[in-house]
């Protein structure tokens, strides 16, 4: 079985990533109000980029079956210190790509990370499992999740990386995964690189049926705020 996700020590120069932080967190600190989600991070910091080496782009053709991946979105993720856990989710609720193997996301800690400080847990299930239909939930910039219900009735084994600076980590879009939260007391942050190969499709049925659950994900923050 070829597992949904996956890991590499030590891939990323340490040079790059530190001085990235720095700029991460001269940013962050910049904000008014920090928020668990950055798209478009490269309007807002163009030096991560430079994370792109040739060796990283070459995994991620092979990961794809394809030498020329697309580059879809820069994502930077916030897990400010003693934040909520992350409801398990697969990714492909909300990009609907067609094969699940044509698309990838790449994360880059920028420091040491792991299940306590915020890291991400991934469920051992292999690159084509189905997409379970998630519920809308109340967490801003996080719309749907599997269900509690749902979630307890899988019952299978789950992987939680130490990460430390220079490694990665990488899920294809069907992978559950999940967070347990920041139980520290830093605030800590990691960034994703999310491809396609060119050959991807949409499933349009199952973009309709996230439209759907995202209008309702909406309704529910503004009732709840």
Known sequence: MKLSHGFLKNFIDKTIILNLKKKVDIFLDSEETIVNYY???EK????????LTKDLLKKVSIYLSTPKPILKAI?????LANCAPIPPHQD??????YPPNFGLKILIPLSNLNSFNGGLSFLNIPINYNVIDHIPTKITNFSSAISKEEF?????LTTSYDYEIGDLSFHYLNSIHLSHGNKSKKRESFIVFRFENPKASQNKIALE???????KHKKLIKDYV
């Open 92 to 97: 492909n609720f909300y990009h609907c790509i």
């Open 209 to 215: 049926k996230y439209k759907t659950c995202i209008e």
């Open 39 to 41: 798209p478009e991070l």
């Open 152 to 156: 307890s009735n899988l019952n299978i």
């Open 44 to 51: 807002k910091i163009p030096e991560v980029s430079q994370i």
């Open 75 to 79: 994502e930077l993720h916030v897990q």
